[in-house]
T-cell receptor, first 117, second 109 residues
């Protein structure tokens, strides 16, 4: 199997606070993890690619100081939204591949719905 | 630039067949994926094509023509639970996934 979990599934936070989202591969080692955000009725937008033990590669336009990504182990990556604002409210989804980024299938977590009030 | 086009929305009848098209222009090609996404949920993998031709998997089939930059997802014997968005994604020469905006499929009884 290839199961990816995310925690929390939903979170509401106040503007100015920080929120951490965890992404775990439960039954495989994920060399590469990806973080996406998705606005209502829109497609997935890749935020960053994370390889275990190295710094994440951020997509153009994504603030790395605002969206902190840590991939400390082969089964865990975290995304921290710092100093959250209402415009950060979105559906955040992580995915993982079993090998390098060239591996053909990404396994998605169930997503985290972030609401910033 | 890189671009993936698919219809925004389609409607079909329960029990019928529907074909969702996807055209792409990318820098290189290392495979095309179809994912299903129900509202409020993460995408789930449906199919992967890297060579030309048809891949059949139960009620779902996916076709690829690399020379035409074209793929389609064919859904047979539609069920109400097939109502979802269907995302086409292409892996480019850097093995980065380029996502289409998705096609919302509405199934009517």
């Amino acid at each position: 199997g290839a199961v990816v979990s995310q925690h929390p599934s939903r979170v509401i936070c106040k503007s100015g606070t920080s929120v951490k989202i965890e992404c775990r591969s439960l039954d495989f080692q994920a060399t590469t993890m990806f973080w996406y955000r998705q606005f209502p009725k829109k497609s997935l937008m890749l935020m960053a690619t994370s390889n275990e033990g190295s710094k994440a590669t951020y997509e153009q336009g994504v603030e790395k100081d605002k969206f902190l990504i840590n991939h400390a182990s082969l089964t865990l990556s975290t995304l921290t939204v710092t100093s959250a604002h209402p415009e950060d409210s979105s559906f955040y989804i992580c995915s993982a591949t079993k090998g390098l980024a060239g591996s053909y299938e990404q396994y998605f977590g169930p997503g985290t719905r972030l609401t910033v009030t | 630039g890189q671009n993936i086009d698919q219809p925004t929305e389609m409607t079909a009848t329960e029990g019928a067949i529907v074909q969702i098209n996807c055209t792409y222009q990318t820098s290189g090609f290392n495979g095309l994926f179809w994912y299903q996404q129900h509202a409020g949920e993460a995408p789930t993998f449906l199919s992967y094509n890297v060579l030309d031709g048809l891949e059949e998997k139960g009620r779902f089939s996916s076709f690829l023509s690399r020379s035409k930059g074209y793929s389609y997802l064919l859904l047979k014997e539609l069920q109400m639970k097939d109502s979802a968005s269907y995302l086409c994604a292409v892996k480019d020469s850097n093995y980065q996934l380029i996502w289409g905006a998705g096609t919302k499929l509405i199934i009517k009884p």
